[in-house]
């Protein structure tokens, strides 16, 4: 089992991106915030205040980043512990100052909620908890026990209980809801970033393939004459040789040239010149977008075809690697949950291009169609779907991918199910599983009419 820390995508690694030096400037600026408060109150409201203690708070943040300055460097990422450290410090030197200036009395308290709303953001949820748990007991502390706010002539200034249980209740709910809510965002934002960028780097894959296909092929054309040539000479040397030795070598260089031819013929399969790859047949690109998923013990069948009313002569589409890898994700989607057989259908019109793919499985769960193509999509599995696929996490991303990549090109996705799930097996229709349209504009990804794939030119070099 692979340890989650080493995928680049997960909350535990991403809690180690923190820069000790982001959270150093963070705490400055709350040092000068502080002491600008401090000074504000002795001698522009002439408050009693315990400025010893309060100086001697404030001093304790300005040595502790002192020492994350000079002693660790400016580009160190901090742990999740060490975060959780420093993040404690803040709130407990906080709390410590709210002690000596009058509690709840004090407007400032509401700044408990910051260390708390950096964590929901950037940490892991029990850290959260655990800054969360401690910012309400303290907060609740000097609530109830602090030294009174004062002035010059000995009046405390103080609100009424029922504001400070109101002010009380406010930080609470702001603890939570607050923390709840940059949390949210963050883990929508941090999904959706991990997701483009596993997108992206399923369509560089897909493209370095479509690359060397192209260069596997432009080489087995070149090579295909002198191959032929060697061939031609070997066979006639067979022929005309009487030395059983020499007539021997011969043959095995006739023999090895068609090894040869048939190697690179076999690996030009994969590709052809860039020029040959710009368009090709819509049944083509399917089956090349299918290809991976034919021998997997699940029957596919295809269906191209146009429509009732539209054109006879299959459209010549664009051969993207955003449609090849977008339709491949989806089939193969179609096959891992399919009982026994999935249906490949393309229709065309004078103005369209539709392709579906169903299957006979189980269908979408109806708690999370309404969503489907949303990253890291998670939803509680039964056994049966555990032991009938145990390596599947449900996270969604295939479909995201899937998605994302043909919406580049224009397309449009629509996902649902092909029968009520609660038909028994006896009512439901041969397609009863899960089914994805996606349609096309013709204009976005063919040819026009008017447009004619001519001769290719002449074969380009090869870069050395």
Known sequence: MPNRMNYPFAPEARSHWIRLRTLVVLRWIAISGQLITITVAQYAFALNLQFGLCYLAVGASVISNLFAVY???????LSEGEVVSMLLFDIS??????????GLNNPFALLILA?????????QLRSTVLLGGVAFLLITGVAIFNFPLTNRLGVVMDMPPDFLLGFWVAIVIGLVFIAGYARRISIE????????????????????LTDLGGVVAAAAHELGTPLATIKLVSSEMYDELEDPDQRADAGLIRDQ????????????????????MQYAPLETVIHE?????????KR??????????????????????EIIHGLRNLMQNAVDFADSTVWVDAMWTSASIRIRISDDGQGYPAHVIGRLGDPFLRSRKSDSEVAKRPEYEGMGLGLFIAKTLLERTGAELTFYNGSDPFLNSEERPDRSGAIVEVHWRRERIATREDEKIGALGLNQPLAP
């Open 189 to 208: 934002i941090n999904a959706m970033s991990d997701a483009i960028l596993a997108t992206q780097m399923a369509l560089e894959r897909e493209q370095k």
């Open 289 to 297: 977008a299918a290809e991976p998923h034919t021998e997997r013990g």
């Open 300 to 321: 596919v069948r295809f269906s191209i075809a146009p429509t009732l009313d539209g054109e006879s002569l299959q459209p010549q589409i664009k051969r993207q690697p």
């Open 93 to 102: 030197q906080l709390s410590f100052l709210l002690f000596l200036t009058g």
């Open 257 to 276: 040239a068609d090894r040869c031819r048939d190697i690179l013929r076999s690996m030009g399969r994969a590709g052809k010149d860039d020029k040959h």
């Open 71 to 77: 002693i660790f460097p400016e580009n160190k990422r």
């Open 115 to 123: 260390p708390v709303t950096i964590s929901a953001s950037a940490l």
